[in-house]
């Protein structure tokens, strides 16, 4: 029988001893045997942050960022093989894709989110602010890599996506990962690592992976390291307080299954779209994974009068779902993740009926095509009925993780609120409204209660991701028994894994530490017009003090008409008493296409090839005619910019075969009085020199 291989320290190793064996979850046959045995935790610590961390720290975000989308096209080349061992967990095919093409996704979109970083390995973090009144102090915060580790301790229910969406994060922050998978789905976890470590797109020590135990991993761990958990609360909670993690305050992110909702809109009838949605919603979550999702409904809040009408949609909807072996094409549920699995969700049941009942399905039966129901562990959907909400604990404290939920009577939309809190905290809610009103006050009334929520009509539902799937550019997680963590949410899930320190100094020691201009600094003056330059010949502080020009009040008129932006302020016959200006003022963006026409060299072609923006525009103080202005023009920020992968010939947009980076420039306006009247950031595509 296979034994799993742990890769850690730079080498693939079996651990010692027997084991524990994992079986295929349609045929209960065995697939493999896990331990990590013998394994010494604290040097694989250790590797991590003095390996891994160093390499991941000498790159840039920019470098970081496409090493993810180097990863995630060659994971692709590998479909075939990974969808082969997830039927082996009794995923079908729409569970598996969920699993590996949604965790090779957030590799995708991860690696996207370079553009929002600096070509550099720290980057600001926020606004910088000026500290004193002759503009030589200042202060900012800035975010470096924590010099550690992230361990992450994930759940059986997403082998695949639930170690990319993890390590996605913490790589492009520039810190290395010790990935440590459920044991009973680990062997695709492991499939997914082997060709990670083979592509050698990761810098060595960046990627380590325990297929077994955590043993006592987390007894190593510092202050610079960050544990992640997606499991059950209980167990988190005894992690969380292990003393390593306690004593040197080490950040602990938790993900935790919690009693998410789903609640239907008071005035949705069943001959309205949404309630189709409603249904299709509920099914779709109830059997997709078999309903093994941390994200899945739980709890279905209905209108007391509609409760029998929706129990008929319900049954109807799931007495559709074709249950057995995911390799079989007309099978929609798999089985659950184990036969140990299957007794736990059993056992919850029992709880829960303590105070409801079954309304379909059965603990204890179920028909599986192509597969025998009792080795494979199979189990039918699950609907139950609560008539007493507000009396019964048992449906807001009993998690059954599978294919079970419990529907349940409100009044009103604030009974509904109250009904929702009462799961102390969840990972999402969902409401299927198509009263704008009412899904504020739900939104509103429910917010602090859950992680996320999902507003479902006619329109939304048409491109909607669901009620259980999170997204990488959306944080993910939720407050009490959900955890109280945060992943993923696009930067801020990246700023998760550095550190912030407030800098101050001087403008001109800052944009040297910084490598981005900061107002006040000093300027480097050059012979050469910046836009005469290529991308790699420009420096950061490169500046430009151009020649200046008086404002007229014909130079105001002509821009009035041109434009058609008669604004009573840019008129001469304007009585100005009680308003903000003395006489006629100069239209804003009058002069800031001054400003492009002082800084703009237009005489040749030259390496600028558009201009791509401007960013934070800003006019600080009134120009009137007679005023001289003119522009210090500084090289702010160097920003690469990518090619396009070009797929079809079709596809081709002009100008992506140019080698090209963005350039930001600050813009600042200035007057006779050497006041600023406006200030800019624009942003100039830029050539590369042309490589022979």
């Not at 065995?30 to 990590?36: G, N, R, S, Y």
């Not at 078999?290 to 007495?319: H, W």
């Not at 001469?572 to 903000?580: I, L, S």
């Not at 390496?607 to 120009?623: A, M, Q």
């Amino acid at each position: 029988m296979q034994k799993l291989e742990n890769y850690i320290t730079g080498n693939w190793i079996t651990g010692d001893g027997d084991g524990q064996i994992l079986f295929n979850a349609v045929t209960g046959e065995p697939v493999a045997v896990a331990t990590t045995k013998g394994i010494d935790f604290k040097s694989v610590v250790e590797y991590g942050r003095t390996v891994g961390g160093q390499h991941l720290r000498r790159l840039t975000f920019h470098q970081r960022g496409n090493m993810l989308k180097a990863l995630a096209i060659y994971l692709r080349l590998h479909l075939a093989q990974y969808y082969e061992i997830s039927y082996k967990t009794g995923a079908t095919k729409a569970d598996s894709w969920v699993d590996i093409e949604g965790g090779i996704g957030n590799l995708f979109a991860n690696a996207s989110l370079r553009r929002k970083f600096p070509d550099d390995v720290i980057c600001i973090d926020g606004e910088s602010h000026n500290l004193g009144k002759n503009n030589t102090f200042m202060g900012t915060h800035i975010l470096v890599p924590k010099e550690g580790v992230a361990v992450h301790i994930n759940a059986f229910n997403f082998p695949v996506w639930g170690m990319l969406e993890k390590i996605a994060v913490n790589l492009l922050a520039g810190v290395p990962a010790i990935v440590k998978p459920a044991t009973v789905t680990s062997y695709l976890t492991e499939a997914v690592v082997k060709d990670i470590i083979a592509s050698g797109i990761l810098p060595e020590g960046s990627l380590q992976l325990l297929c077994g135990s955590a043993g006592d991993i987390l007894d190593y761990v510092s202050s610079q390291d960050v544990v992640t958990f997606t499991g059950s609360a209980t167990t988190g909670l005894l992690l969380k307080k292990t003393p390593a993690i306690v004593e040197n305050n080490v950040l602990f992110n938790m993900e935790a299954d919690s009693l998410n909702c789903i609640v239907l809109g008071r005035n949705v009838t069943p001959a309205m779209p949404e309630w189709d949605i409603f249904i299709k919603e509920i099914r779709r979550e109830m059997t997709l994974k078999a309903g093994q999702r941390c994200t899945g409904v739980r709890r279905i809040f209905v209108p007391e009068e509609k409760v029998e009408d929706v129990i008929k949609s319900l049954t109807a909807a799931l007495s559709q779902t074709v249950i057995g072996n995911p390799l079989n094409e007309k099978v929609r549920m798999g089985s659950l993740a184990g036969e140990s699995q299957r007794s736990e969700v059993r056992g919850q049941i029992q709880k829960l009926l303590a105070s409801s009942q079954v309304v379909y399905g059965s603990p204890d039966f179920v028909e599986a095509v192509d597969a025998d129901a009792v080795r494979g562990a199979f189990l039918s959907p699950v609907l139950l009925m609560n008539n007493t909400p507000h009396s019964s604990a048992e449906p807001h404290t009993i998690e059954a993780f599978g294919p079970v939920s419990t529907i349940m009577p409100y009044n009103d939309i604030n009974d509904a609120i109250a009904l929702s809190k009462l799961g102390k905290g969840s990972l999402v809610s969902t409401i299927v409204t198509a009263d704008d009103k009412e899904a504020r006050q739900y939104v509103i009334g429910a917010a602090s209660h859950h992680g996320r929520i999902l507003v479902l009509n006619r329109d939304s539902a048409k491109e909607s991701t669901g009620h259980g799937s999170p997204l990488p550019l959306l944080v993910h997680g939720g407050p009490g028994r959900a955890g109280g963590g945060e992943e993923m949410g696009g930067v801020r899930g990246v700023k998760h894994y550095m550190q912030r320190t407030a800098l101050q100094g001087s403008p001109t020691t800052i944009t040297a530490i910084t490598n981005i201009y900061q107002q006040y600094a000093a300027g480097k003056t050059t012979d050469k017009h910046p836009f005469k330059k290529f991308f790699e010949e420009l420096e950061i502080g490169e500046q430009l003090i151009t020649g200046k020009r008086t404002i007229t009040a014909d130079d105001i008129d002509r821009f009035a008409d041109l434009s058609g932006d008669h604004f009573y302020a840019h008129i001469k016959a304007t009585n100005f008493e009680g308003t903000m200006f003395e006489q006629q003022v100069a239209h804003g963006y009058f002069i800031m296409s001054i400003a492009a026409g002082l800084f703009v060299d237009s005489y040749e072609k030259n390496p600028v090839l558009l201009n791509y923006g401007i960013d934070e525009l800003r006019f600080t103080k009134p120009v009137y005619p007679g005023a001289e202005i003119h522009i210090r023009f500084t090289c702010k920020e160097k920003l690469p910019n990518d090619k396009r992968i070009v797929g079809n010939p079709e596809d081709f947009r002009r100008g992506d075969d140019i080698e090209k980076g963005i350039v930001k420039w600050l813009v600042e306006m200035i007057d006779e009085t050497a006041e600023i009247t406006g200030i800019a950031t624009i942003l100039t595509m830029v050539a590369r020199k042309q490589k022979m």
